[in-house]
């Protein structure tokens, strides 16, 4: 029986080839499965040979009904790829025509990049309602890259279906061209998603409107949409750094500390000729004076040191230790001469600078100036007597790496006549280390033990085990934000159990209605002191 089934169906197939009757050859087609593997070999032998405009419906009928026969007959999905290759009117013939293997035919003139189906494929878009079809279209003709294609694609931005919208953002993206890019730079809004999807491709298109919409980001309310467009701008490098260099002249405190942020992370020492002119400017902000010296520390060497000595004179102490971060990164002959008379006089000023140099645990410094005799009384008694555990730590090694074995003994006896009796631990996430060595020196002053961390995952996961009396939060950090580091805390402890104040640079709004959801007990801004610290601290008892 299925001998005379498998010889009818052949024969039919045969007579519908001779003949061309595509409609009965579609119908026998559907009973391929049913005759021997010897036999359906031999009618692909067969269908390879005839004509390609019959052919390759019949083929593209067995690939997308028959997947189970094309797994077993790579021949058939070989062949109808041959046979269009050679033959690719056929794909728009047949998308014209609408056949129900049409979602197959639009797939592969963006697979062909067959530039001439665009016409069709724009008609496709235009008049139908199926939204699998019109994602197919749309990601198709992205394929294809034709520009006249750009305001059908971009109609489709704020449809209703998002996978629609997310296709036409992809699509804009790899056709690429200015006006491209324009359509997705309005198209830009309320969407956080959307909007992720577009940074993306401005990340990877890098022309100039790319460029300038992540940098225009960086103003953006959203702290997570400002932190993924920073990360991007730091992928982007060196490509990047001129247009940012013009957010200085800007009068924007926020955008100076998101555009510092992103100039230290690229790294680039193009950045540093426009970075010692805004400090010339003196910016009023001091988190703004703050962020240019640490960047500057992170810079490659620079000429014009005097920029950084001026740094130590800041009425802000948080300042000063930057530049003297900075300082020490640049350390040379011209610095040492202007560090020496700094530090050399009586005065309070001196004793300040002297103090400030200890905190930012600058090696290289303290060794040079031990040979000024104020300032080896001033880091003797300092050392010996206030600083933190770490900080002292630090300094006898430096001593013992560099035979100074009497000054470190001077330092080892004052200690022991004072151990420090710490009080509960402060938890402090902020991804400058700077930073971290201010929040180290003012909880030490407070009495508290500073349990510090750069990078908040591993804060979380510390959170997991221990609990501080207190937790400190940046607000733009990489990967997590301060407000994600809240939410994750929460679920774990209420306010009642962990105060959690949020420490930020920025005074916005919707930042802070976020951090309020999110279950912030306490929010004050940076540049923060012992006495607003503290403030804080009782604002939570």
């Given amino acids: 029986m299925n001998h005379i089934k498998s010889e009818h169906i052949i024969k039919e197939l045969l007579f519908n080839i001779k003949h061309k ?56 999905k070989e062949a109808l790829l041959d046979k269009i290759l050679m033959n690719p009117q056929i794909l728009i013939t047949e998308i014209k025509n609408r056949t129900p293997e049409l979602i197959l035919y639009i797939q592969l003139v963006g ?27 749309i990601l198709s003709l992205g394929e294809i890259g034709c520009q006249e294609s750009v305001n059908n694609i971009s109609n489709f931005l704020r449809h209703k279906n998002q996978k629609l919208v997310f296709g036409a953002v992809l699509a ?7 006006t491209a890019m324009q359509r997705l730079a309005e198209r830009l809004g309320d969407d956080e998603r959307v909007n992720v999807q577009i940074l993306n491709v401005f990340a990877h298109v890098q022309d100039q409107i790319s460029l300038q919409k992540l940098n225009e980001t960086l103003q953006y309310h959203s702290a997570h949409l400002r932190n993924y467009a920073l990360s991007k701008l730091i992928k982007i490098g060196s490509k990047a750094i001129p247009m940012l260099l013009e957010n200085f002249k800007q009068n924007d405190p926020d955008l100076h500390i998101h555009t510092l942020t992103v100039l230290g992370n690229i790294g680039d020492e193009s950045a540093t000729l426009a970075l010692r002119k805004f400090i010339l400017s003196e910016p ?10 640490e960047t500057l520390q992170k810079l490659p060497k620079f000429k014009g040191s005097y920029v950084l000595a001026n740094g130590l004179s800041d009425p802000d102490n948080n300042v000063r230790l930057a530049a003297a971060r900075a300082i020490e990164k640049n350390y040379n002959d011209i610095l040492s001469t202007g560090m ?9 000023e001196s004793k300040n600078i002297s103090k400030v140099i200890i905190d930012a645990q600058t090696g290289k410094i303290c060794l040079d100036l031990l040979s000024i005799p104020q300032f080896k009384k001033i880091f003797v008694d300092y050392v ?25 003994d001077d330092i080892l006896k004052l200690s022991g006549k004072k151990p420090q009796k710490l009080k509960k631990q402060v938890c402090a996430v902020d991804d400058s280390g700077m930073i971290l060595k201010i929040y180290q020196k003012v909880l030490h002053g407070l009495g508290y033990e500073p349990v510090l961390f750069q990078k908040p995952e591993k804060a979380l996961k510390w959170l997991e085990s221990n609990k501080p009396a207190i937790l400190c939060t940046d607000l733009n950090m990489p990967n997590i934000t301060g407000i994600e580091v809240i939410e994750r805390t929460r679920i774990k402890y209420s306010k009642k159990d962990l105060p959690i104040i949020l420490v930020t640079t920025q005074n916005e709004l919707t930042d802070n209605d976020a ?21 804080a601290f009782d604002r939570t008892r």
């Fill in 21 to 76: 009757d595509l409609i009965k050859a579609r119908l026998v087609i559907e009973h391929i499965e049913m005759i021997s593997s010897t036999e359906q070999r031999r009618l692909l032998y067969e269908l390879n040979k005839c004509d390609d405009d019959f052919a390759v419906p019949l083929l593209a009928i067995m690939t997308v009904t028959k997947k189970n026969l094309v797994s077993k007959h790579p021949a058939i």
């Fill in 111 to 137: 697979d062909f990049n067959i530039d001439s189906a665009v016409p069709a494929l724009i008609d496709v878009i235009t008049e139908s309602q199926n939204e699998v079809i019109l994602e197919k279209t």
């Fill in 172 to 178: 804009l993206g790899k056709i690429g061209t200015s």
């Fill in 284 to 293: 009023k902000d001091p988190n703004v004076r703050f962020l240019a010296y």
């Fill in 340 to 348: 020496k008379n700094l530090v050399s006089g009586d005065d309070e």
């Fill in 384 to 408: 010996g007597n206030q600083v933190y555990i770490d900080t002292r730590k630090f300094y006898i090694k430096v001593l013992d790496k560099n035979n100074q074995a009497e000054i470190r």
């Fill in 515 to 535: 951090a309020k959801n999110a279950g912030v007990t306490e929010i004050i801004n940076k540049p923060f002191t012992s006495e607003k610290l503290k403030a």
